[in-house]
DNA sequence: AATGAATGAGGCTTCATTCAT
DNA sequence: AATGAATGAAGCCTCATTCAT
């Protein structure tokens, strides 16, 4: 077992104790975690104030410091789970389904993945948005994320690419990496294009998500 | 001329008058802008310290305040002239010309525009860092870039890819935003790899750039 | 009500909370708010710092800043309630009993008037120093300052001079104003003689007070 | 000679030495003098700042500080001939011919005194506010006023009141002291009145004089 | 467990003053 | 004489964190 599969199985553990801790969770430290991952969102890490958390919470400002033992430390609660949820599915027996359940094509099994992440996306906005504007100013998480993104999703997604070119679905001569970044170029795209730069229009999600594919799978040309 | 128009001028505006002052610039004054954008790229604007900025600059933090009214001030002192030289050249002449100037096809149309955009993120990396990191957090800023992007892209893009698409270049069957949205999500995937994810990579701009336009325009679908 | 009786209210409330609050004041917060007064008192509201004060009231700098949000609002705290005890008697029971209850004679009145008020200035010395020199530079302050005397002091002390006129005991043939103004230009310069300007002369305040109540009433004229 | 009399004859050679460069004064030096006057009875000396004042001025900040070695300097270079003028006269030729110049009345000396004082107060108000809200707060002017004022004009005063005294047209029971400072009271509380207090107001400046006059003359009592 | 008063380091900003031009 | 860029000390204020209750 490598670095990389050892953060992950910290983010993991987290994950789990987290999910566990949930059940006794104190009411006040659901708030906590809520507020604090609003407020976050909203103005960034380094400009939301430990007493404008406490005071959304509706705690005193002592009482976030007995659960988290600082301002970083509440960050982290938020980001590791968080990160576990992201990253995590690549790894467990749902994501293992969807690599051996023989999608039929490459189309549907982007369609199922977009979308499932889409979801996720949806579901977790406040803790996306907050994923990708700290990462890249914590060291620490920054090359967790880094190497974990690197170094197993280019060899999970390696696998399943391959897996299609084999099957003559994919075009053998696009390099993999070239085809991994398309594909998540266009994913995060679109995704951020519905969630957060224009949320406030209808989007019918079904109907993007098949022309995106269409675009990815047959290109823009004409039939000129 | 509506408010988008406006806001581009202002930015237009404050470029030139950045130029202009960049001859009368002190020394000192370069350096404090240089040591600014550094710091606000590497820890955020809200992390970056008044007196973290003098040091880097070498100047008496006292030197900042006598040419940047505020922190802020400073910040929109890099940002402003930055946003008219990303967003502005879409509406100068050069970039009528290459509206004009025929390129044969959508493909090198395509391939001039991701590399004169690459060449100008490569060369003012940390600046368009800041611009990614700080416009979700500074209203006026989101609210601005929000608009000229929504309303003067979209339209100008929009004529371009109209124009191919009645040259039988571009599958008419496509609905313009989702080609527009297809291209930058392929454009900023790809220098975002290049230049941020995997700097450190050894790139060949070229083939990556070839590459990932084959695949816009001809997609992943094998020949199988 | 108009603006002016709403000032006062505003005042008297601030007092009366601040005689609530000094109860559960902390003992931390009433040195503040000494240290506050005694240096106001001593250097002007603008040359005293923040530091100073924390340092004479043995706390630390940010404890002042938990208690008054801002330095202006630590001075506020001082004068508001201050503005009210020097003001207010003269609109409450007490001083209503001062008025009906028929002093025998227009000189009784004085002296009790002047006794009161120099008993007041006596016990509140910084207070009052802080008011005379800090109304004039702070224009919410000196509005409201001047709008309650002019308007409300002149119009009580009107109804007491006039009461007096009819009563043959002042010379009706004195226009009121000038009269308020006497009044209050001896009880000042009295009052600031003793107190401020040579405080460290054994004054014999009875028979002061006496001196200068004859001289108002039958002026320095000799009979010769 | 003793203390007193050298600060004053300090002041009187300021005053001269004043009177004397006001020829070779820069035009820039004027208006130096005029901003910081102005500024400082608005704002108060330590709330005022140098560059609002150079600004006021129309001057560079460092052109201050060629004129002035401080701030403080600049301060006393207005405040020290303004004294020289306002308790000066008390000794010179002028103030002498008045003593000697037979007032036939108390009356007549106390009415050419009051409009005397009056006028050079009407013309320098900004001047006279400053030395009224700056000198207690500068220990080495409020030593010196002090003494002056104590020392000298008790003296000076003295012997003109014991003068009307003798010649019966003041009373004789009434100490002299308390006579000065009746004297003083009503003078300060009637200009004040008339031009700091409610200077908006059309007052018919030759009556009120009268009126106060006479009723320190002739008191407030009623004839009946 | 929870509170919230207290802390003091550090942040942004102002300002009197200096000095090279 | 005049300028105005530069300085750095000091000012006001915020904030994460601690601790007695």
Same mark, same amino acid.
Not at 18 to 38: D, F, N, P, S, Y
Not at 204 to 222: S, Y
């Given at each position: =077992?490598?670095?990389?599969?050892?953060?992950?199985?910290?983010?993991?553990?987290?994950? $789990?104790?987290?999910?566990?801790?949930?059940?006794?969770?104190?009411?006040?430290?659901?708030?906590?975690?809520?507020?604090?991952?609003?407020?976050?969102?909203?103005?960034?890490y380094a400009a939301a104030s430990t007493s404008e958390i406490a005071q959304k919470a509706g705690v005193?400002?002592?009482?976030?410091?007995?659960?988290?033992?600082?301002? !970083?430390?509440?960050?982290?609660? *938020? *980001?590791?789970?968080?990160?576990?949820?992201?990253?995590?599915?690549?790894?467990?027996?749902?994501?293992?389904?969807?690599?051996?359940?023989?999608?039929?094509?490459?189309?549907?099994?982007?369609?199922? +993945?977009?979308?499932?992440?889409?979801?996720?996306?949806?579901?977790?906005?406040?803790? /996306? !948005?907050?994923? *990708?504007?700290? /990462?890249?100013?914590?060291?620490?998480?920054?090359?967790?994320?880094?190497?974990?993104?690197?170094?197993?999703?280019?060899?999970?997604?390696?696998?399943?690419?391959?897996?299609? !070119?084999?099957?003559?679905? $994919?075009?053998?001569?696009?390099?993999t990496p070239a085809i991994i970044r398309f594909m998540?170029?266009?994913?995060?795209?679109? /995704?951020?294009? @519905? +969630? /957060?730069? =224009?949320?406030?229009?209808?989007?019918?999600?079904? !109907?993007?998500?098949?022309?995106?594919?269409?675009?990815? @799978?047959?290109?823009?040309?004409?039939?000129?």
């Open positions: =077992m490598n670095a990389t599969e050892k953060w992950l199985e910290e983010w993991l553990e987290e994950w $789990l104790e987290q999910e566990h801790k949930a059940g006794k969770m104190t009411e006040k430290q659901r708030r906590i975690l809520m507020a604090a991952t609003e407020i976050f969102a909203e103005k960034g005193a400002e002592g009482t976030i410091f007995r659960h988290y033992k600082t301002k !970083k430390d509440l960050l982290l609660s *938020i *980001i590791a789970p968080a990160m576990a949820k992201l990253f995590g599915p690549l790894f467990l027996r749902d994501f293992a389904k969807m690599l051996d359940q023989p999608y039929e094509t490459y189309e549907e099994f982007l369609k199922a +993945l977009f979308y499932n992440r889409y979801e996720y996306a949806r579901d977790n906005l406040s803790i /996306v !948005k907050i994923i *990708i504007q700290e /990462v890249p100013f914590h060291p620490e998480l920054r090359e967790k994320v880094k190497a974990v993104a690197e170094d197993m999703i280019i060899s999970r997604f390696r696998r399943i690419i391959d897996n299609y !070119k084999e099957k003559g679905m $994919l075009d053998s001569n696009l390099p998540i170029s266009n994913m995060v795209g679109l /995704v951020a294009s @519905m +969630l /957060v730069i =224009m949320p406030e229009k209808d989007w019918d999600v079904e !109907k993007e998500l098949e022309t995106t594919i269409q675009m990815m @799978m047959r290109g823009l040309a004409g039939k000129g």
